[in-house]
């Protein structure tokens, strides 16, 4: 692999868009894709990357400047953590939790997925979920659970282009996505004409909803938030402007009146 | 910017088959402030399951008056909720993001993490805190006692983080972290047989029984707390043969494009023991059914 087949390969992608003059936007895009992900890849140290050498200089810093510095959080925790939050947010490297909102070991209780969804109540296929909220809600007795979103988004993303018809082009990543296929219905029947980076950033937040939903489909929550002793927040984080939206999903049941 | 309080109202009507909660929301921390109303419609099914509640909730004789809402959510307890993870957001922003526009600026555009690392939800044991991990470092997926399910059956919240890294993302490594005192392994070691199958989490952490089965071959005779933390490791190795059952993972693995380690962070000493899988020996012992071989392991601390 050298320069030829580099060559080659912007020639073909010259003749193409000759050929066809309605691609330039599309060939635009990805261009400027593949050369951002070639920045951020070089940008960090790509002359010899050795995985192993990178945790270990990890975890020797958060030793000496986090563990040893602050015994008393430490020895606590060792026996045992009592987070006053639980947090599901997408597994997205760009963010974490411990970053974004700055928690520290033993804030919070955090569940990672692929566009940081909660699935409906359901044992067999999403017990994962379901054990996670379990554990949090009733054993460690969280007080707020908050389902943060976020901007570009490849997992919403992929829930507005996949045509989720039944036939499939991945093993699990569509079965996943249409988890939230209800935010998708939302967004296309409130902006059908708008740009698809701009439905997809409401996609993005219409699916924090249907995940906010979903999480009272758990009796458990449920009776937590009507007693008032569970809190759940819905969250944005918008890494492409700094900036952070929270909101808050609120859900009781009133006096009962005779007719 | 100070947070005013979220607005919210909730119509209930009990003659339809739907309720109706609205939800405002207010970009607190943002560039923008816009205020915008949500509705959503939860089912009638849904309601007929809350009724019981609904009963329950009457303590007093029903009146004429009625309140806005039956929350009984502490306003002031909310408020600082809402300011607390204000501050955290705007700490992040002074001492991170802004100290590294550039690099927060090229990871707005894509992302191309080495790692795909799978950890435990527990609070202490993020591994962006303990092995350093920055924005754009690795593809995190955080579950109980981060358990891998098998590729043919089993829960499926896992799975589609793993095809996206894989085969989207194309990540050099996985590594799978456990951790000392996992409440997730210890439920799995008390649990009787299949497990109690009315809760969630004996639903889940039986996707690591071999774990479980194995120690009790080799640590029956050890003190329950050391049979957990050999389970741990047993569960980490379990994991990682669980890994190469996904096809699209074995392949590279086999090619040379991804490398499978186990981490176990022990926060009662703050060590770390880290092993790379070897595949190489370990296809021996797939055809023998016994696990996967390890290479390069040691203990940091």
């Known amino acids: 692999m050298g320069n030829e087949s580099y060559e080659d390969a912007i020639e073909a992608l010259k003749k193409l868009l000759i050929e066809?003059?309605?691609?330039?936007?599309?060939?635009?895009?990805?261009?400027k894709k593949i050369t951002a992900e070639l920045q951020t890849a070089s940008s960090s140290d790509s002359k010899s990357f050795d995985p192993v050498e990178r945790i270990k200089e990890g975890f020797v810093t958060f030793k000496k400047e986090k563990y040893e510095t602050n015994p008393a959080l430490y020895g606590e925790l060792a026996k045992g953590q009592s987070p006053k939050y639980m947090v599901f947010a997408c597994s997205d490297s760009r963010v974490c939790p411990s970053h974004v909102l700055n928690f520290?070991?033993?804030?919070?209780?955090?569940?990672?997925?692929?566009?940081?969804?909660?699935?409906?109540?359901?044992?067999?296929?999403?017990?994962?979920?379901?054990?996670?909220?379990e554990y949090a809600v009733l054993h460690l007795k969280v007080e707020n659970i908050v389902v943060i979103g976020h901007s570009a988004c490849g997992g919403i993303k992929g829930l507005m282009s996949f045509p989720l018809d039944g036939n499939n082009s991945t093993d699990f990543i569509e079965d996943w996505v249409k988890i939230c296929l209800p935010a998708k219905s939302k967004v296309l029947a409130e902006s059908e004409s708008s740009a698809f980076e701009d439905q997809c950033g409401r996609c993005e937040r219409e699916a924090v909803n249907v995940s906010l939903a979903n999480l009272l489909t758990y009796p458990f929550v449920r009776e937590g938030v009507v007693k008032g002793t569970l809190a759940l927040?819905?969250?944005?984080?918008?890494?492409?402007?700094?900036a952070f939206e929270l909101w808050e999903l609120q859900f009781g049941i009133s006096p009962v009146h005779s007719i | 910017m100070a947070a005013t309080p979220t607005h919210f109202s909730v119509s209930h009507d009990p003659f339809s088959s739907t309720s109706l909660l609205n939800l405002q929301t207010q970009a607190i921390f943002g560039p923008n402030h816009s205020l915008k109303t949500t509705q959503l419609r939860i089912p009638a099914s849904f309601r007929r399951k809350a009724t019981n509640l609904q009963v329950m909730a009457s303590g007093k004789t029903p009146g004429l008056t009625q309140e806005a809402n039956g929350v009984a959510i502490d306003r002031q307890n909310n408020t600082d909720v809402f300011d607390d993870i204000k501050q955290r957001f705007l700490a992040f922003k002074k001492l991170k993001y802004m100290d590294d526009f550039e690099h927060y600026k090229n990871l707005a555009d894509a992302q191309a993490p080495k790692f795909l690392v799978i950890a435990c939800a527990d609070s202490r044991v993020c591994p962006s805190a303990v092995l350093g991990f920055q924005p754009g470092d690795a593809f995190t997926v955080r579950n109980i006692a981060n358990l891998v399910p098998p590729y043919e059956s089993g829960p499926t919240e896992t799975k589609a983080a793993l095809e996206f890294s894989v085969n989207t993302l194309n990540?050099?490594?996985?590594l799978v972290i456990g951790h000392s005192r996992c409440g997730g392994i210890q439920a799995l070691m008390k649990m009787e047989d299949e497990g109690d199958s009315r809760s969630f989490i004996h639903n889940w952490v039986v996707v690591g029984k071999k774990a479980k089965e194995s120690t009790k071959a080799v640590a029956s005779n050890l003190h329950f707390d050391h049979q957990c933390q050999h389970c741990e490791k047993a569960s980490i190795n379990h994991s990682l043969e669980r890994l190469l059952g996904y096809p699209w993972i074995e392949e590279k693995v086999r090619q040379g494009s991804l490398s499978l380690h186990g981490g176990y962070y022990n926060f009662v000493d703050c060590t770390f023991e880290k092993w790379t899988v070897d595949y190489a020996a370990s296809r021996g012992k797939k055809k023998e059914g016994s696990g996967i071989a390890v290479k390069d392991r040691s203990v940091w601390s």
């Open chain 1, 233 to 242: 927040k819905g969250g944005y984080y918008d890494f492409v402007n700094g």
């Open chain 1, 20 to 31: 066809k003059d309605e691609l330039k936007d599309v060939a635009a895009a990805k261009v």
């Open chain 1, 104 to 133: 520290h070991p033993g804030d919070a209780f955090v569940v990672r997925n692929i566009a940081n969804m909660v699935p409906p109540f359901d044992k067999v296929k999403y017990a994962g979920v379901g054990a996670a909220i």
């Open chain 2, 171 to 174: 990540v050099e490594n996985i």
